[in-house]
C-alpha cells in the first residue's frame, strides 16, 4: 500500500508510473456519467494527469483524493494501490 497521503510531486511520480505501466480505471458510475455530461473522454483524462498539475490531497468520503489540473481540466484521482488509479471524476474549468 501507499503511504498516504502522498505530497504533490509523490502523487506525480506514482501517477506517471500508472499511466507507464498501470492500469486507469473509472468510478462506476459517477466519473463515466460526469464525463459524458461533460463531454470529456477517457484520452481527456489521461492527458490531464500525464501534463497537469497535482493539488494536496483531500481525504473524502474514505480515501485520499488527488486532484490533478490544467487550465481547461480537472481530474480526481484516488491510487487503488501502487499500479492503478481510479478516476472519481472530472470537470472542465
Known amino acids: 500500500m501507499l503511504p498516504e497521503p502522498l505530497s504533490p510531486s509523490g502523487a ?3 501517477i506517471l508510473h500508472i499511466l ?3 492500469a486507469v480505471t473509472y468510478a462506476q458510475p459517477h466519473a463515466l456519467e460526469r464525463m459524458e455530461q461533460r ?4 484520452l481527456d483524462c489521461i492527458n490531464v494527469l500525464r501534463g497537469g498539475i497535482v493539488a ?3 481525504y473524502e468520503n474514505g480515501s485520499w483524493r488527488y486532484r490533478v489540473h490544467t487550465p481547461n481540466m480537472s481530474v480526481v484521482a484516488r ?3 501502487e499500479s492503478e488509479l481510479e478516476v472519481v ?3 472542465r474549468e
Open 56 to 58: 494536496p490531497a483531500e
Open 89 to 91: 471524476t472530472a470537470w
Open 79 to 81: 491510487f487503488e494501490s
Open 39 to 42: 463531454n470529456i473522454s477517457s
Open 20 to 22: 507507464k505501466k498501470g
Open 12 to 14: 506525480k511520480k506514482v
